[in-house]
């Protein structure tokens, strides 16, 4: 299982945001390539189009221009990109890694970025705390509105690192989801406590408590009953104090059940991530 774990982990791929700017985000490139520790390098590049097309000299709103124009300086903006994408590849093979890249069209750099955490599923990410020129020995807060905004909002299963001029400045370390921390909890819970294999502790647990507590409705009518029709001592008020006894012991931990329980409906009302882009 561990060996199993760390083979998972060491494939794992981290995914590097650059610019458009290649020397100004060579620095956080080479931070990532030195630090990699055998994992896979991809390229990550949000691509924002012009808002304005260039025609005779002046500027149009992309909204208003022709089409066909609109058409064909996308296509370059493409062609140009790609090459930008290439120069950085070139940077990861001269250090001998063979990476990949990802490029996603959006208006919002941090909002794209976002997006593609979302869609890949990324557990590693690396991207800049602030351009190279705001670094300093004593720097340890994020400047960058775009890194604040990706720390605040990307998902809590997400490792980010940011740097600044090949430094690290600060790491938001990744933490378990809540949900499948429960769902561990419970599992050892019923390996420990209940004799029964279920393919869904969660639901088994939840269930349990249900008859449980129907169970215990029961018992109390039958007590009531059986005090009503029967005196002190006879066979039925024993039977019946029988039945509480054995309950007791089927249920040994019915105080911790009903806190899990709790626990769980409380953490299904919780956001564990917040997948809806403000």
């Keep these: 299982m561990e060996e199993t774990v760390s083979s998972r982990i060491l494939e794992e791929k981290i995914y590097v945001a650059v610019g458009r700017n290649v020397w100004k985000n060579t620095s956080n490139l080479l931070w990532a390539l030195q630090n990699s520790e055998g994992n896979k390098i991809c390229i990550l590049h949000i691509h924002q189009p012009s808002p304005t097309i260039p025609v005779l000299g002046t500027k ?12 064909a300086y996308r296509g370059k903006e493409t062609l140009k990109t790609d090459k930008i994408l290439q120069e950085y590849l070139s940077i990861c093979l001269k ?11 959006m ?3 941090e909002k794209g970025i976002l997006e593609m955490i979302h869609q890949h599923r990324i557990r ?3 991207m800049g705390a602030a351009a190279d020129k705001h670094y300093s020995m004593k720097m340890e807060d994020l400047k960058s509105k775009k890194a604040n905004f990706v720390c605040q909002q990307a998902p809590a299963t997400c490792q980010i690192q940011f740097t600044c001029k090949g430094n690290l400045i600060h790491t938001r370390e990744a933490r378990m989801d809540e949900v499948r921390a429960l769902s561990a909890l ?10 029964q294999t279920s393919t869904d502790p969660l639901q088994e647990v939840v269930s349990l408590n249900g008859e449980n507590e129907r169970g215990s409705s029961l018992d109390t009518s039958s007590c009531q009953s059986a005090n009503t029709l029967s005196q002190p ?3 039925l008020s024993l039977a019946q104090e029988e039945q509480n006894d054995s309950s007791s012991h089927v249920f040994p931990c019915s105080g911790m ?11 299904q009302k919780l956001p564990i991530q917040n997948n809806e882009l403000k």
């Design 107 to 109: 208006d919002s750099i």
């Design 257 to 267: 059940m009903n806190l899990l329980i709790n626990s769980t409906k409380l953490w």
């Design 124 to 126: 590693k990410f690396v």
């Design 233 to 235: 001592g006879t066979s």
């Design 186 to 195: 419970l599992s050892e819970f019923q390996r420990l406590v209940l004799p």
């Design 95 to 105: 250090k001998g890694v063979h990476a990949e890249k990802l490029c996603f069209e």
């Design 60 to 71: 149009f709103e992309a909204s208003t221009a022709d089409e066909e124009l609109v058409r």
